[in-house]
Structures are given as C-alpha cells and as structure tokens.
C-alpha cells in the first residue's frame, strides 16, 4: 500500500513508518516538524534500509497539502499531527482547536478531492467521560476535560459525519491509552521538549540525573498501592496496530472507533519499581499531593480491537522500561547529537 503518514517524524509516527517500511508498504511523510527533528526520518531510512519521501510542510496549508496529493496516488492516509500537551491546550485553546480540528478538515478536504477514501486517526483514551467505569470498551460515554481533549473529540465527530456522508470512505479512529517505550535499537524515541509532564520521560530524565527526583502525585488513591493507575503500552505494539488498522481500511467501509491498550493498569509505583529491577538504575522519588484533573486509574477492554484487526499487545512491561531506557540512555540529549 502506499500511505500518507501526516506527524510521520514525530513520536508514535516515527515508529509506526518505521513498521510500515518493514511490512513493505510505501510511505510518504508530511510533518511542519513543529515537534520533530529530521534526524528521526534519517534514522527511520537507517533502520529500515528504505527511502521515502518528506515533505516539510503545515498540512493546515491546502494548497501545499493538494500538492503531496497531485504527486502521490495514496490508498489511505495515517493522521498522527496534531498538538497533545494537555496543560498547553487549557491556556492556548485557539491554537489547539485550529490545529489539531483545522489540520483535520483541510485534509479531509483534500483527501476528497482527490478520492482517497480511507483514514486511520490518531484519537486518545482522554475522549472517555472522567469517571467512566474501568476497563472502558468503546460503547462508554465521551466527554473531556481539556481543550486538547475536545479537539480529538471534534475529530472524531467530523470523521464520523464524513462516513455518514460519504458511505464509500473507511475510517479508524484509535484510541490509544498510554504510550511510552521505544524501538529496541534505541535509535528512535520519544524526545519531549522541555520539563516532560509524562510520567515515563520524566522517570528516565531522573534516572540520568538530570532531574533531582521525581514527584509521585499523590498515593491515597482507590488503587493496590495507591498511586495512579494507566494502561501502558509500547509504541511498537502501537505500530503494529497501525499496520493492522491499514489491513482493515482496505477491506471494509464506515467508521469504527477502537481501543489500543492492554487492558492491563499497572500504578507510577510498579512502573518504578520496574524500571530500577530492569535496568539497575535508582529512580529517587518524592510523593507530592495529587496532580489536578487525575483519576485513579484509566485502563483499556482491547477486546474490540483483537476481534476487528487481528491484534493484541505483546510487550511487557519489562520491555517497555527497558527499551525507554535503553533510547533515553543512548540519546541523553534525544535527537539533537544525531
Ligand atoms: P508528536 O508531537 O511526537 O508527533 C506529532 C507530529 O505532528 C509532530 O512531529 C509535529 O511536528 C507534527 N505536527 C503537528 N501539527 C502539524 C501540522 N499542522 N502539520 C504538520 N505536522 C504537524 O506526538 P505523538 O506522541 O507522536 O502523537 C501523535 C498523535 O497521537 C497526536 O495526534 C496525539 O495527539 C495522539 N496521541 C498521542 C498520545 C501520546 O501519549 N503520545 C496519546 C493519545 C493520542
Ligand atoms: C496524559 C494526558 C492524556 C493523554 C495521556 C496519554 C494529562 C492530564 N492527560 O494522561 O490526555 O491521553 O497522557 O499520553 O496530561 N505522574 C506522576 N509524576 C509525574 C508524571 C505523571 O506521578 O511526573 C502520574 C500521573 O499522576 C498519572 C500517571 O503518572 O497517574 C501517568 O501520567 P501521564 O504520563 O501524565 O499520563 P496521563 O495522566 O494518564
């Protein structure tokens, strides 16, 4: 197949084209590089031994946009750009909802134009109303509590009315849980910009020293050791996920939300008691008082996505420390020594 990956250089993108190069499919990558360094797309062609094309550009910008499509006869577009800082979205709503909704319609636009029919979206388990029953399938209730939120959530509506519209397109819209890990080369990997709110970069920041200690926020919740509870998953079981959403695109029409987690929640305190077992490194930790907006535990029922794609998570979380560890480690200042 030949894919539009839009975000392709960022952090999930730059795993799943690395996949997509693997399966041999044919990509082309848009990204304005807002959040991404081309050294990520140099290493995706180191490690895939494969070249593809790149283009530079802000895909809210459709003349551009229409260009990648003039040249290019895709089958299915991947849409992974997008902002994601959640505290950003609350202070800066406009450029959330212009970019991340704004990005969305011009490339649905284009996309019609041009008769590509099929889009897999880069949704998040941040659509489900707080307070939803655990694990949450993908009949729960939606609703946000950030603009960033809201902005997956007019997303999703609009791919949703466009199906509705158009029955001929197929549409999936992933809603991923909590990604962290890296490609077990080490070569590629999350390289957040500044102080990390995650929990994961900021775990392998501290473990290089390069943060005192890391706060635990807050330990009096309803969990098994009461800290916070998520649904981790590798970015390369992402990856594959992705690779299996293209199979299903091109064999069937409409639209289809679905989950990629685990269905397994693991608490901060087992993420770093990992981490220091795995990787023999001392993790220091404080626990300060809860981080506002947090629930008690978000975690994942994949069963739909096993019964649709095909697929299911298959690293543990052992792997998911140890290859985090192992790209922070090698790339202590990300991709900015490439
Ligand atoms: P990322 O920031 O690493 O990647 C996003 C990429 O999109 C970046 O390379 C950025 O330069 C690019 N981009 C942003 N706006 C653009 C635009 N208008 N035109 C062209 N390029 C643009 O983020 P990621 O973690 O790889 O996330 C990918 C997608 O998955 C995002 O849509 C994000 O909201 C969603 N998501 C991420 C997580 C997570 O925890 N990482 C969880 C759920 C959903
Ligand atoms: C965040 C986003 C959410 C997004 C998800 C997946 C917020 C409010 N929500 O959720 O929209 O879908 O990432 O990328 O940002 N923690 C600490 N110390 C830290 C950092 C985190 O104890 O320094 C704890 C948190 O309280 C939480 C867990 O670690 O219990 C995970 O936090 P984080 O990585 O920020 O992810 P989420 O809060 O699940």
Redesign the pocket.
């Known amino acids: 197949m030949k894919v539009l990956v839009t975000g392709g250089a960022g952090y999930i993108g730059s795993h799943t084209c690395l996949e997509l190069l693997r399966q041999g499919h044919d990509i082309v990558v848009a990204d304005s590089l807002y959040n991404a360094k081309p050294e990520a797309l140099k290493r995706i062609r180191e490690l895939s031994k494969r070249d593809f094309q790149f283009y530079e550009i802000d895909i809210r910008n459709e003349a551009e946009l229409e260009r990648v499509f003039a040249e290019h006869a895709f089958d299915c577009v991947i849409h992974f750009a997008g902002l994601k800082a959640?505290?950003e979205s609350v202070g800066l709503p406009l450029k959330y909802y212009d970019n991340n909704v704004g990005s969305t319609i011009t490339l649905c636009r284009v996309m019609k134009n041009n008769k590509v029919k099929r889009i897999i979206f880069s949704s998040?388990?941040?659509v489900y109303r707080p307070g939803v029953l655990m694990p949450v399938d993908e009949t729960a209730e939606l609703g946000c509590s950030?603009p960033?939120?809201w902005t997956k959530f007019m997303c999703e509506q609009i791919l949703r009315d466009v199906v509705t519209a158009y029955p001929d397109w197929s549409v999936v819209l992933l809603r991923?849980?909590?990604?962290i890990g890296a490609d077990p080369s080490g070569r590629i990997g999350e390289d957040p910009t500044g102080i990390p709110?995650?929990?994961?970069p900021?775990v392998t920041q501290t473990a290089l020293g390069r943060h005192d200690k890391?706060?635990?926020?807050?330990n009096d919740y309803a969990t098994h050791d009461g800290?916070?509870v998520?649904d981790y998953i590798h970015v390369a079981d992402l990856a594959d996920g992705h690779v299996a959403a293209l199979q299903f695109v091109m064999n069937h029409k409409g639209c289809e939300a679905i989950n990629l987690g685990t269905g397994i929640g693991y608490s901060?305190l087992d993420i770093v008691n990992t981490f220091e077992e795995v990787n023999k490194v001392k993790v220091p930790y404080v626990i300060s008082p809860r981080?506002p907006?947090?629930v008690d535990a978000?975690y994942a029922k994949p069963d739909k996505a096993k019964k649709l794609l095909g697929w299911e998570a298959k690293r543990t979380l052992d792997d998911m420390c140890r290859d985090s560890w192992h790209w922070q480690s090698n790339n202590p200042q990300g991709y900015q020594e490439g």
Do not use: E, K, W
């Open positions: 959640v505290g998040s388990a941040t950030s960033y939120g991923y849980f909590n990604p709110n995650n929990l994961l900021f890391l706060q635990i926020f807050g800290t916070g998520r901060v981080r907006g947090d978000v």
